[in-house]
T-cell receptor, first 118, second 117 residues
Framework: GAVVSQHPSRVICKSGTSVKIECRSL??????MFWYRQFPKQSLMLMAT?????????EQGVEKDKFLINHASLTLSTLTVTSAHPEDSSFYIC??????????????FGSGTQLSVL | AQKITQTQPGMFVQEKEAVTLDCTYD???????LFWYKQPSSGEMIFLIY??????QNATEGRYSLNFQKARKSANLVISASQLGDSAMYFC??????????????FGAGTRLFVKA
């Protein structure tokens, strides 16, 4: 099956710093990537959808300037949490989809990043 | 409005028995897909099973089967012969607009399954 690699798996940072999370599709071209946020014992909340070479589409209530998403290539999307604060602490997980894999309707998920802001 | 509803926050099942996890959904799109994912404590999302809105038969994948009742808009997951390793969080999810290239997938609140030895 398709593999999506997400790094880092865990990051601890000081309040006010920026953190970058990478999501790579290892064996397919991810035309669309999704970023989700998950609070403890809660569901995955879609933050944004990114298409290669274009601006990300953010869900309502998600701050575009706080969560910068870049999808510069067909295999890499990054999420940067700018000026992180304790309330940004959460589990962030990316997923990828490929229009080429027409029979693969499901999403391929990265392993997630646990962000802790002190 | 909730598009995916999972009404069971937690479920207990005895090892080797079957269990049904409920999921109802709401959409006006004729082409959609329904998914179940498993999330163990490690956090990874594991795909279990998929049902397309126009699939004629209920999906099955090993011990997992999906009880798809389109008129009721329900897509319950049935796990047969439960194993201790099945203890995890289970999410029902939906992707709308399959015919129009929609890829956005939304998730229900999840059901935590506990398998007892």
């Amino acid at each position: 099956g398709a593999v999506v690699s997400q790094h880092p798996s865990r990051v601890i940072c000081k309040s006010g710093t920026s953190v970058k999370i990478e999501c790579r599709s290892l064996d397919f071209q991810a035309t669309t990537m999704f970023w989700y946020r998950q609070f403890p014992k809660q569901s995955l909340m879609l933050m944004a959808t990114s298409n290669e070479g274009s601006k990300a589409t953010y869900e309502q209530g998600v701050e575009k300037d706080k969560f910068l998403i870049n999808h510069a290539s067909l295999t890499l999307s990054t999420l940067t949490v700018t000026s992180a604060h304790p309330e940004d602490s959460s589990f962030y997980i990316c997923s990828a989809s490929s229009r080429d894999r027409v029979r693969d309707e499901k999403l391929f998920f990265g392993s997630g990043t646990q962000l802790s802001v002190l | 409005a909730q598009k995916i509803t999972q009404t069971q926050p937690g479920m207990f099942v005895q090892e080797k028995e079957a269990v049904t996890l409920d999921c109802t959904y709401d959409t006006s799109d004729p082409s959609y897909g329904l998914f179940w994912y498993k999330q163990p404590s490690s956090g990874e999302m594991i795909f279990l099973i998929y049902q397309g809105s126009y699939d004629q038969q209920n999906a099955t994948e090993g011990r997992y089967s999906l009880n798809f009742q389109k008129a009721r808009k329900s897509a319950n997951l049935v796990i047969s012969a439960s194993q201790l390793g099945d203890s995890a969080m289970y999410f029902c999810a939906m992707r709308e607009g399959l015919w129009t290239g929609g890829f956005k997938t939304i998730f229900g609140a999840g059901t935590r399954l506990f398998v007892k030895a």
